[in-house]
């Protein structure tokens, strides 16, 4: 059986929180744990930061066991210790030792403890460290926790790279919650886009934009991230800017280069959630009553922003609709051509990311990532006294 991914594995887990490069390697029954890019010390005094540490990974099942060997294989040159001679007490032979995946190791190295490692984040961290402080005699800030970007080992992953911050081993179990097939965000103006920005960064499988509008400096002013002066000169539509952006991260981003209208409503169809980021047009009267027959949970937001005393105030809404509450919706939202939001007006993009910021936690509370007590469906903040008002509550 094979094994499961690194993120499964606590110990090994945190290797690659700390910064170091890990990854497993398998041929047939044997399983090996690498470390890449370890500083060493060679001949001459010499620094080279290639070393690769291999070790054999026990497994029980399909889960990583306790280390059943003390000792590794090296690929590089010969070690040396930090009095600049052979690193004699830990090289236990020379050779060419065939390994997994046609790896070819040089060296045979073996430090024993007292007391058998107890796990390979103990084992890998103490060859790693014995190198690499032999090198930084030479140069002090050698180190083998570098935090490259790292490919993930689960092939259905959205992302292109893992998220390796400290606790992502506990927040990766509680985030399952949000991998949903397939979410839509209609509108990619300011809030539009900074939810994308957020929801880019969990591991929905599909992320559908829906937005007919080009790619103009003012979006530039109220999207996340910096457009260059020839982004714009070439005038992309805003799903495409914004699909190129975040694919560079991962997999899934759907670029829908038009509107939706009462003609195309269909496209909605097996949408799993739907964000609703459109001034108060009469189309997104259809909208909604499109998802609720469908059964589909979604998020309005909206601003009304206004000047006073020469100064901004206003409003930021976030109006949640699931299938146990429906009808707050129709008396708190406006669903018609006279009574639009005035947010088209005056844009801010710090409100455009509150606004984004405020539905995105209010979506992961749906889904439990996170805790809700107060399962609010329509919520207000105003700016003047920096006070949020839920109401709507079931």
């Not at 606590?10 to 910064?19: A, F, K």
């Not at 060997?69 to 930090?82: E, I, Q, R, Y």
């Not at 997994?100 to 045979?108: E, L, N, Y």
């Not at 439990?368 to 920096?386: P, R």
């Amino acid at each position: 059986m094979s094994p499961k991914p690194l993120s499964h594995s606590p110990e090994l887990q945190r290797l690659r929180e700390e910064g170091y490069e890990v990854l497993i390697r398998t041929e047939g029954a044997q399983v090996m744990l690498l470390m890449r890019n370890v500083p060493y010390l060679t001949t001459g005094h010499v620094v080279r930061h290639d070393g690769q540490l291999v070790s054999e990974l026990t497994m029980s099942g399909d889960l990583v066991a306790a280390p059943n060997k003390h000792d590794l294989h090296f690929v590089g040159s010969v070690p040396f210790n930090a009095r600049g001679t052979r690193y004699d007490n830990i090289i236990a032979g020379e050779g060419s030792y065939q390994l997994a995946g046609g790896m070819v190791a040089s060296f045979h190295l073996s430090a024993k403890p007292a007391r058998p490692y107890p796990t390979y984040y103990e084992k890998m961290t103490t060859y790693a460290n014995l190198l690499t402080g032999a090198a930084r005699t030479v140069e002090p800030r050698a180190t083998a926790q570098r935090h490259l970007p790292v490919e993930p080992d689960d092939e259905s992953s959205v992302f292109k790279y893992l998220d390796t911050f400290s606790g992502g081993a506990v927040v990766s179990g509680i985030a399952r919650k949000l991998e949903l097939a397939k979410l839509a965000v209609i509108g990619l103006g300011g809030t539009g886009s900074y939810l994308l920005d957020l929801v880019a960064k969990t591991p929905v499988k599909q992320i559908h934009l829906f937005d007919g509008d080009l790619f103009y400096d003012h979006n530039a002013f109220r999207t996340p991230g910096a457009a260059s002066i020839d982004e714009l000169c070439a005038q992309p539509t805003k799903v495409a800017y914004l699909e190129a952006h975040y694919s560079k991260m991962r997999y899934g981003i759907v670029a829908h280069p038009y509107n939706i209208s009462v003609s195309n409503l269909t496209e909605l169809q097996g949408m799993d959630f739907v964000f609703i980021c459109i001034d108060g047009q009469a189309v997104k009267r259809q909208i909604i009553n499109y998802l609720e027959d469908q059964g589909v949970s979604f998020i309005d937001v909206g601003m009304d922003v206004y000047v006073s005393e020469d100064a901004l105030g206003g409003v930021v809404r976030v109006t949640t609709s699931t299938p146990d509450k429906r009808e707050h919706v129709y008396q708190r939202l406006a669903l018609s051509e006279a009574d639009e939001d005035n947010y088209r007006n005056v844009q801010i993009a710090d409100l455009n990311a509150l606004n984004a910021a405020l539905a995105v936690i209010r979506w992961k509370k749906l889904f439990a990532f996170y805790h809700d007590f107060e399962n609010e469906h329509h919520s207000l903040y105003t700016i003047d006294a920096n006070q949020i008002l839920d109401a709507e509550k079931s």
